[in-house]
């Protein structure tokens, strides 16, 4: 909601290492505690401790981005950060990946136009810690830009632009800031256009590093726990020996004057949504800035925001959505609409300028009401060490280094005056700033077929086979799996000391954590379990609109006064619908949080299911579902699943049909909800699990009065998937044209989350797909290839059944189909043929054992596991076990399970592009 600049542009990163003498870094700012240090070169350094994190979050900042590309150069900045993570003159080829994986929980990179980041989430121990500040050194200093690599990283900038360019909504801001820029300054994407991508020379990324990364030219952002004098020490370090160099003044942009931009109007067609956008913008005003942060929410947030009320409630739309990019350069403030092909597409515009434009001032209640929101999310993220130090890194680079800025934003809009803010958004949010645009679905000439012609069809990059990497030392990561399952068992045995376990009377289960939470709120989640096969059978629709229903409203508590309930708790509740039951989620701050409990409860017991909301939410729902189903990933998912069914209509398990689903919802009345709630919603089958500061013994209580009276009324049987084997099959579906093709395959295994063979799987995915750059799949799709920019490989093994799946999903470059399952099987039968190596699995290990004991540090991923462990007789020491055995395994285990499981006789997968056959879809 505040000022923070979207970024336009995300991409996959790495690391690299240096030291020598130091000098003393001087304090030069303190907030909040938070304190900024600079040294002598000019490096400067935020450091925002909290003790309470289990993790570290490091964000190492270069004020320079695409802005700075030069002339006829565009996508330099962004192809720079590409190629930053293939080593250093001390850190050489694959070594740097690989100590990236080894020292992090997470890595990423980002350029847009003012900055470049490289993010790194490590945890709170000294090594991890230091290496990542060493790795960083060796960036800012001593990173080899190698010509081998240029073309395909450029190859995979290509697949990542036109991934961007594939979405409607970029290629409408596109548009946009061309129309306001023209072909430079904000109207040219920062990642860059193939033509000028390709005559781009090493001399000239060279000059634009050693210009632009400079330690006077950067900043990092440290947040969580950790040591300050060891961190300024290793800082002082590693940092202070790269000596500070002449930086350039940035590109300026002009300012804004929107009224001049002489297009008003675009239109995309792509994909299958319909909406309407009128875009205000104009030349930053830091004084409008408050009140036009809040005017998202003071417009659209349910059920108060006044376009929700004029254009949701009464129909005219399917939704609205509004955002804001305040920055350096702009204001500008997204007012949007959702249609459906049955709505007046004039009306949605002419009711989303008169709601915007000529809506009546605002209220002190609703204006305080958004404050109270923002104060709550600021309270949020000061906890959060990510949240914190991203929020913290957006502002070093939009307010030139003012990160303090952040606060004085926040301080802003609780001292704005209701005057001011009916003010501000009556001069801004007017004709002269609008600029609009149209998405539209695809149009249908460009829904039939194709045809890949011989000369058109890409070949792989031709890239000389390089010697294997040597075998690392696999003693070290053996070392940190030791210790590793040392700390997670420790951790286990200490918070299942905690943990009170036991049954109210009428035998529904749960489980108390009395624990301190690092956002000192209480969480309650509520495991209700109900009905069969039979007795749901046609029923699945009629759970989702009951689930979704029973918090809009009670025989007590309008909408408005259970959301302004959960405001005030800082808090909130939810339902969703789960397998044959709802799961409840109620959370709040740990002063207000009985209180806030007491009162869901009483809602959930009294709902009032108003004929109004039936009727909003149906028509919502059916309008969501009149669209055309023609877009890659939605063609190749429904395509999966139909070759996969083996359920029929009406079962709570049959897959997402859009012509079922509106028959049911056509059928659907507010009398079977009713009826629904009233036969399945009082039942005593069920689990509930409360974590935070609380009394057990009173909770204990409040749990008796609140449910041991409860006693189920008809039969349960939990709903479960036995396993199914398929036979292999290859379907290449026809979609609509889109630069991109989704590739999703899968292979069903007779295997549970409790099986003796689930740890070496886990393992064996985790080397397959887990890393974006260094897996196998990484490395054939991506890195040698050039296929994909994105991928992803999952495990999926069901908690009730000895039934699970291994799955994967691509998205490629239309016309590479063929290709991109090629490289997945021959991924597939070198494993088969050659096994894994030690290294993989010693490495794989402690990645994930890393991960495993960083859970287990934060109290709310521990409250995520009770009801389940209720359901099943389990407890944290079972994790323990899963634990001992994920440390046992060998190279030998992981082959057996390729064996045993990976069977291509029986893998199913679906392409999906322009290329395609035509499926039936209807």
């Known amino acids: 909601m505040l000022m923070r600049f979207k970024q336009l542009t995300l991409s996959l990163c790495l690391i690299g290492l240096s030291a020598t003498s130091w000098s003393q870094t001087v304090l030069v700012k303190s907030e909040k505690n938070i304190e900024e240090y600079k040294l002598d070169n000019g490096f400067r350094v935020i450091l925002a401790p909290n003790d309470k994190e289990n993790k570290v979050y490091v964000n190492t900042v270069y004020l320079t981005g695409s802005l700075n590309d030069p002339k006829g150069k565009g996508g330099l900045a962004h192809l720079l950060e590409h190629l930053a993570f293939k080593g250093t003159q001390n850190v050489k080829g694959d070594e740097f990946q690989r100590r990236l994986d080894q020292f992090t929980l997470m890595t990423n990179a980002s350029t847009d136009y003012y900055s470049t980041k490289y993010l790194n ?7 991890a810690l230091n290496e990542i500040l060493y790795l960083e050194s060796e960036r800012m200093d001593k990173l080899v830009l190698q010509e081998k690599f240029v073309p395909s990283e450029i190859e995979i900038v290509k697949r990542e632009r036109e991934i961007r360019m594939d979405q409607p909504f970029a290629v409408l801001m596109d548009q946009m800031w061309k129309a306001a820029y023209g072909n430079q300054y904000l109207g040219r994407l920062p990642i860059g256009d193939l033509p000028e991508l390709k005559s781009i020379k090493m001399n000239e990324l060279n000059q634009f590093y050693r210009t632009w990364y400079a330690p006077n030219n950067a900043v990092m952002v440290i947040s969580g726990k950790f040591d300050k004098a060891e961190v300024l020490n290793k800082i002082d370090q590693y940092f202070s020996p790269i000596p500070a160099r002449t930086v350039p003044a940035p590109v300026q942009v002009p300012v804004l004057d929107s009224s001049k931009i002489e297009q008003r109007k675009f239109t995309v067609q792509k994909g299958s949504d319909l909406a309407k956008f009128h875009i205000y913008m104009n030349g930053k005003n830091t004084q409008l800035q408050p009140a036009l942060a809040l005017a998202p929410a003071l417009y659209t947030m349910q059920p108060s925001g006044t376009l929700y009320k004029s254009m949701v409630e009464t129909g005219v ?19 949007g609409a959702i249609y459906a092909p049955n709505h007046d597409a004039k009306k949605v515009d002419d009711a989303l300028i008169e709601g915007v434009e000529n809506s009546q001032a605002f209220t002190d209640a609703e204006l305080q009401r958004i404050k109270t929101i923002t104060q709550n999310t600021a309270d949020t993220i000061a906890n959060d060490a990510a949240a914190l130090g991203s929020r913290l890194s957006d502002y070093a680079v939009s307010s030139h280094g003012q990160w303090d800025q952040y606060f004085k934003d926040l301080q802003a809009i609780q001292d704005l005056k209701l005057n001011d803010a009916n003010q501000t958004l009556k001069q801004f949010l007017v004709s002269s700033h609008r600029i609009s645009g149209d998405i539209l679905p695809t149009p249908e000439d460009q829904k039939k077929a194709m045809t890949l012609k011989a000369q058109d069809k890409p070949k792989t990059l031709d890239q000389s086979a390089e010697k294997p990497e040597p075998l690392k030392d696999v003693a070290i990561y053996q070392q940190e799996v030791t210790q590793f399952v040392a700390q997670s068992a420790q951790q286990l045995q200490k918070h299942e000391q905690k943990i009170q376990r036991g049954e109210l009377k009428n035998g529904i289960r749960y489980a108390l954590f009395p624990t301190t939470t690092r ?11 109900f009905g069969t096969e039979k007795s749901l059978f046609g029923k699945g629709v009629t759970l989702d609109l009951t689930s979704y229903l029973m918090l809009r409203g009670s025989e007590k508590h309008t909408l408005q006064e259970i959301t302004d309930k959960a405001i005030a708790a800082s808090g909130g509740a939810s339902i969703t619908s789960n397998g044959n039951g709802l799961t409840i989620g109620i959370q709040a701050k740990k002063d207000k949080f009985e209180d806030f409990l007491n009162f869901i409860i009483d809602v959930m017991k009294q709902p009032k299911f108003a004929q109004s909301e039936f009727d909003l939410a149906k028509n919502q729902s059916l309008s969501a579902l009149d669209r055309p189903y023609t877009e890659p990933a939605i063609v190749a998912s429904m395509t999966l699943a139909r070759l996969l069914e083996t359920y029929q209509p009406g079962d709570l398990r049959y897959h997402f049909e859009p ?18 709630y009233d036969q399945f919603f009082v039942t005593n089958h069920a689990q509930i699990a409360v974590t935070g500061d609380f009394d057990p013994k009173k909770m204990q209580s409040t749990l008796q009065k609140a449910f041991g009276q409860w006693k189920t009324k008809h039969p349960y049987q939990k709903i479960t998937s036995p396993y199914v084997q398929f036979k292999a099959e290859k379907v290449h579906a026809l979609s609509e044209q889109r630069e991109f093709g989704s590739y999703q395959s899968i ?3 007779p295997v549970g989350a409790y099986h003796q063979d689930a740890p070496a799987l886990i393992l064996l995915s985790h080397i397959m797909g887990n890393s974006q750059l260094s897996s196998r799949l990484a490395q054939e799709l991506r890195e040698k290839n050039a296929l994909v920019y994105g991928f992803g490989s999952d495990l999926d093994l069901d908690s009730d059944t000895e039934s699970g799946s291994i799955s994967i999903t691509a998205n490629y470059t239309a016309g590479r189909s063929d290709q991109v399952s090629q490289s997945v099987h021959k991924v597939l039968t070198d494993l088969l043929s050659k096994g894994v190596t030690e290294q993989e699995v010693e490495a794989a290990k402690a990645d994930i054992m890393k991960k495993r004991v960083t859970s287990l540090e934060d109290e709310r991923n521990i409250h995520k596991m009770l009801t389940g462990q209720l359901e099943r007789n389990k407890t944290l020491m079972d994790r323990a076990e899963r634990d001992q055995a994920l440390a046992k395994l060998t190279k030998a285990d992981v082959d057996a399970v390729i064996k045993k499981y990976i069977k291509l006789d029986q893998f199913v997968e679906v392409m999906a592009d322009q290329y395609g056959k035509a499926q039936d879809l209807k």
């Open 121 to 127: 989430i490590v945890r709170p121990e000294k090594n």
């Open 317 to 335: 739309s399917t939704a609205v959505q509004s955002t804001t990019w305040l920055d350096q350069d702009f204001n500008l403030v997204f007012m």
């Open 519 to 529: 956002d000192d709120k209480t969480y309650a989640t509520i495991s209700l379990d």
């Open 659 to 676: 012509e079922f689903a509106k028959k049911q919802l056509n059928e659907a009345t507010q009398a079977q909800v009713k009826q629904f």
């Open 747 to 749: 292979l069903t295994i």
